[in-house]
C-alpha cells in the first residue's frame, strides 16, 4: 500500500509540475497587461519603471523561475487591477462560490437520486418517461441559455426573484454568507437552479441505470424470496449498492462545478471565483489567471487522487495491479 500511495503522489507532483509550465507559458504569451494597466498618456519613464516594477522586462524562464520560487513559499504574487495578494482576494471570493456550488450539487444529487431510483424501479410508468425527458432535456439544454431563460421567467416576466447580485449577507466564522437570509436565499435560488439543472440529469441516468442493474441481480431476489418488504430492500440493499458510483461522481462533480462556475456566475452576476476570473481575463491580471488555473489543476489532482487511494483501500486487485 505504501509504494502504492507513493507512486500516485509522484505522478501528482509530475502533473503539477507539467500544468504550472503549460499555465504560466500559455498564459504569459496572451496579449501584453501593461496596454491595459497604464493609461495613453502615460511618459515612457512611467511606461518603462511600471514594467521593470512587474518583472515584465525579464525574460519568460526567468520570469517562470520567479514564479516557482515564490509560489513554493505560497506566494502567488499581487493582482495587477486590485493590488491584492492573489490568494487574498480568491479567498474573499471562496465562500460565494462555494455556497452556490454546495447548494446547486447537495440539492441536484438528492433529488436527482431520488427520481432515478423512481425510474428505475418502475420504469413503465408515465412518471418514469416524464422523469427521464427531463434528464434528457438538462443534458440536451446549454447552461446559458437555461440561465437566460430563467432569469426571464422569474425576474423580468413574473418579477418574483432578482436577476443577479448575492443580496443580503451573514458574517459567519469570519466569512459571508447569503443563503443565511431571506434576501440572499431568494438571489442563490435562480444560479443555484441554473448550475443544478445539468447535475441533476447525471445522477438521475446514473441512479436510475444503477437501479436497473441491482434491481435484477440475485440478491435482490433472493430478499423478495425471504420475503422482505420493498421498502427494506430499497433502503438496505439497493441504495446501499448502488451508493458507490454515486459517491465518486458526486467527488468529482463537486470539484468540477467548484473550478467552473464561470458561466452562471458571469450570467447572474455573482461574486464569486468564476466572476473573479472573468473579469481578470478582460483585464489581462495575469497573476490571478494563473493563480485561478493552478488552483484548479490542483484541485482535480487531489480528488482524482483521493478516489484512487479510497479504491486502492476498498479493492486490493487495484494494489496488486499497480505493483
Do not use: C
Not at 476570473?277 to 493563480?291: E, F, H, K, Q, Y
Amino acid at each position: 500500500m505504501l509504494g502504492f500511495v507513493i507512486q500516485r503522489l509522484l505522478q501528482a507532483f509530475l502533473v503539477m509540475v507539467a500544468m504550472s509550465v503549460i499555465v504560466f507559458v500559455g498564459v504569459y504569451a496572451i496579449g501584453n497587461p501593461i496596454e491595459i494597466i497604464i493609461p495613453p498618456e502615460a511618459t515612457e519613464e512611467i511606461r518603462q519603471a511600471v514594467i521593470r516594477k512587474l518583472g515584465l522586462d525579464l525574460p519568460l524562464w526567468k520570469q517562470y523561475f520567479i514564479f516557482v520560487t515564490n509560489l513554493i513559499q505560497g506566494d502567488f504574487g499581487r493582482s495587477y487591477i486590485y493590488n491584492l495578494p492573489v490568494l487574498e482576494l480568491i479567498a474573499g471570493r471562496l465562500p460565494a462560490t462555494l455556497e452556490l456550488v454546495l447548494i446547486s450539487i447537495i440539492s441536484a444529487t438528492v433529488i436527482g437520486v431520488t427520481l432515478g431510483v423512481y425510474a428505475g424501479y418502475r420504469p413503465n410508468s408515465i412518471i418514469s418517461k416524464a422523469i427521464m425527458a427531463l434528464s434528457v432535456l438538462g443534458f440536451s439544454v446549454p447552461s446559458f441559455w437555461v440561465g437566460l431563460i430563467l432569469i426571464l421567467t422569474f425576474a423580468v416576466n413574473l418579477g418574483v426573484l432578482p436577476a443577479g447580485g448575492r443580496g443580503e449577507v451573514v458574517t459567519v466564522l469570519g466569512m459571508d454568507w447569503s443563503f443565511l437570509t431571506l434576501d440572499g436565499l431568494s438571489h442563490i435560488l435562480l444560479p443555484a437552479l441554473n448550475l443544478a439543472f445539468f447535475k441533476l440529469a447525471m445522477m438521475i441516468r446514473l441512479a436510475r441505470a444503477g437501479t436497473r442493474e441491482i434491481m435484477l441481480t440475485d440478491t435482490i431476489k433472493f430478499a423478495r424470496a425471504a420475503g422482505i418488504s420493498e421498502g427494506r430492500i430499497l433502503r438496505r440493499h439497493l441504495m446501499k449498492l448502488i451508493s458507490v458510483p454515486i459517491i465518486t461522481v458526486f467527488g468529482l462533480e463537486l470539484g468540477s462545478t467548484l473550478a467552473f462556475a464561470v458561466v452562471t456566475e458571469t450570467i447572474f452576476s455573482w461574486p464569486g471565483i468564476g466572476k473573479l476570473i472573468i473579469d481578470s481575463i478582460t483585464v489581462l491580471d495575469r497573476p490571478v489567471m494563473v493563480a485561478y488555473l493552478i488552483l484548479t489543476a490542483l484541485l482535480f489532482v487531489l480528488i482524482n487522487l483521493t478516489v484512487d487511494l479510497v479504491f486502492a483501500m476498498i479493492d486490493p486487485r487495484i494494489r496488486a495491479g499497480a505493483q
